[in-house]
Each structure stands twice: as C-alpha cells, then as structure tokens.
C-alpha cells in the first residue's frame, strides 16, 4: 500500500462539496476506485526512472524534458485524494507513514552510499548539505531523490495547520503566487541574482509541492462538476499530449537561449498544463474500461502497490547494474544505455512486488500469533 490509496469503500465526495449545490452536480458512483490514478502513479513511478537512468542523446533529452511532470503530478494526486483522507481521521497516520518512510529512506541510502564510497574511494561519504538546508529546503544528506518525501511531509504539514487556523482556502490563494514565483527565479536566476541557482531553491515544498497539492485539492473538491462539463471524451488526452510535445519544445528553447538546460530549469509554463492534463484524464476516464480490462487493472494495482517503493529503491538497483556494467564491459553500450530506464524500472518492479509480498507474509503471520495469543 502506498501513500495515496483509497480503499474502495471510501466515498468519492469530499467534504468541501457541500458548497456547490446539489442540482449543478452530477454524483460519481458511491465507493469509486480510481484505477486511472493508480495507473498514472506507475507511470509517473517509470518517468522518475527515466530521470537518472538518462538515455544518451535526443532521446534522453526528450525523456528527460517529459520526465519532469513526474514529481508535481505525484503531490497533485496527494492534494486530489488528500481530503479523503482527513475524513476517515488518516491525516495523522498519513503523516506517521510518509515519516517512517523519509527515516527509513535516509537510513537505507546511508548505508548504501557510504558502502559505494567505501567502495570506490575507500573513505566514507560525506553528507549533502547542512542543519538548515535539511529544514527549509528539503534536502537529505544521503539519497539526494529521497527530497520528495521531506517535502510531501512539509507539505501535508502546512495542510494541516492551515486548517486548523484558517482553512485551506488560504492555501489555495498563496498557491499560484508560489508557483509563479518559483518559475521566476527557476527560469531567470541570472538575471535577478547574477548567478545559476541551485536546484533545491525552487525544487521544494514551498515552490514546487503546494502549489501541485492545492491544485490537486481544488480538483477534488470540484470533482463533480469538472467530470460532468468535461464529459467522458479524449479532450484531456489530446490536452496532454499537446502539453508533452510543448515541454520538449520549451526546454529545446532553454538551451537555445542559455546554450545549456542546467540549474533551477526544471519547471516549464507546459508542466502545469500538463499535470492539470493528466488529472482531468484520471477524473473523467472511463472506469469500467479499467476494470474490465484484466491488463490495465493488473497495471493499476501495480501503481497503486509498488510506486512508492520503487521510486525509493530504484537509484540502488541503477547502482547495482552500472557496477555490473563496468565490471563486464557493457556499460556504456549503446543498446544497454538505450534500454536502460525500462530495465532499472522491471528490476526495481520486481523488487517492489517481492518486498511486498513478504511484508503481507509478516503481517499475516503476526495477526495468527496475536489471535492464538
């Protein structure tokens, strides 16, 4: 199970909906499963992949620019499903879970990056950055990808308190300030600092995971209507499909104006667009086409059981297949670095299902030893 999982007996109405009136509203079914976003988080899951296991030339390039919807679709699902949540009293143990998985995460990737130093250099690693790089900006000190849980906890945080002071519709009005903010200084650092600015200045809770959280929150509350004016049609696919092809063009662009895509350029006017694409597709797709078709249900259980796991483990079993490769000679052949992201992300798959499997044989082992106790 991972951090967004509706169980089916959840209903798909949130709470804020009471403020739109019944007659404008047509209801979804009672108990809605969302296949399609467990299928988006498995393609998202394989996008993250793509990021660090690069394709060489164009085609990672083209990877790569289409790879950064990944993480803001992720806290856009988080804020879609993120009332629900509170409803059924989880958003403690929503928070309890993603910190158990940000420690674990760190503790793992400890390990695992001193033992590669150690490795290679015969020393240990040394920690990125420092106590207030760790507090405000989301970086880790090993397992630099693992930043997206520091910042989902962040993020569910400030959720938390703003609804307790003032409400989320609060949150929602900083949102597009904060994205067009980040872009700002994401796009154009040397024209207001003088200088290229480090990833994590933009990539954080507070410019990149609220803004795609109370997108996704604003979606879910007005569910009902969006799904009855957009109707059960391709329009959001075609949408998507036009926003990827932008995003390509704008990084082409990028490069074509600063000779190098480096820095804080990671978000680009066509990754909202995009994200917001990808959700109404999710909203207003035909469910029972998922359930009925045994392949896209199989897909979508795998979303919904094994993203966030192999969104941890894949920089290791990338690691892992690197060492192997320049230990036998074929890493940098063409046709291992071409298939490369497919493969980390099958490997990494089949990691995730094992790792599952033997997490549900100790739990159910457990609850008979509880019972006969």
Request: hydrophobic content about 50%; glycine content about 6%; some cysteine.
């Amino acid at each position: 199970m991972t951090m967004y999982d509706m169980p089916p007996e959840v209903s798909a109405e949130p709470a804020c909906q009471s403020q739109i009136t019944a007659a404008e509203v047509t209801p979804p079914p009672h108990g809605r499963r969302y296949y399609t976003f467990d299928f988006l988080k498995l393609v998202c899951a394989f996008l993250i992949v793509c990021i660090h296991a690069l394709m060489p030339g164009e085609a990672g390039f083209v990877s790569l620019s289409l790879a950064r919807v990944a993480v803001p679709t992720f806290f856009a699902v988080t804020g879609f499903f993120y009332q629900r949540t509170v409803d059924r009293n989880g958003g403690l143990r929503q928070i309890r879970k993603i910190v158990l998985l940000l420690v674990g995460s760190v503790l793992l990737y400890t390990f695992w990056e001193n033992l590669l130093s150690l490795h290679y250099n015969g020393t240990f690693a040394k920690p990125q950055g420092d106590i207030w790089q760790y507090l405000f900006l989301n970086i880790v000190p090993y397992g630099s990808h693992i930043w997206y849980l520091s910042a989902v906890l962040y993020v569910l945080l400030a959720a938390l308190v703003f609804d307790k002071l003032s409400g989320r519709r609060v949150l929602w009005a900083l949102a597009p300030v904060l994205l067009v903010f980040g872009y700002i200084i994401g796009q154009f650092p040397m024209r207001f600092f003088g200088r290229e600015l480090p990833v994590p200045y933009v990539r954080n809770f507070l410019l990149t995971g609220i803004p795609f959280f109370c997108l996704g929150d604003m979606l879910a509350a007005y569910e009902r209507p969006i799904v009855k004016r957009v109707g059960n049609n391709v329009a959001p696919l075609v949408m998507a499909g036009v926003f990827a092809a932008l995003s390509v063009a704008e990084a082409h662009l990028y490069v074509k104006m600063y000779a190098f895509w480096a820095g804080s350029r990671e978000m680009f006017v066509s990754t909202f667009f995009l994200v917001l694409s990808l959700m109404l597709a999710c909203m207003c797709a035909d469910e029972d086409r998922f359930k009925k078709n045994p392949v896209l249900r199989v897909v979508s259980a795998m979303g919904r059981r094994y993203s966030t796991t192999i969104y941890i483990v894949h920089i290791i079993v990338l690691n892992c297949l690197d060492l192997e490769g320049m230990k036998y000679g074929y890493a940098w052949n063409t046709v291992y670095m071409y298939a490369k992201p497919l493969l980390v992300f099958l490997l990494s798959l089949g990691f995730a299902a094992v790792y599952d499997a033997v997490i549900s044989a100790m739990r159910n082992f457990f609850k008979k030893i509880k019972k006969r106790a």
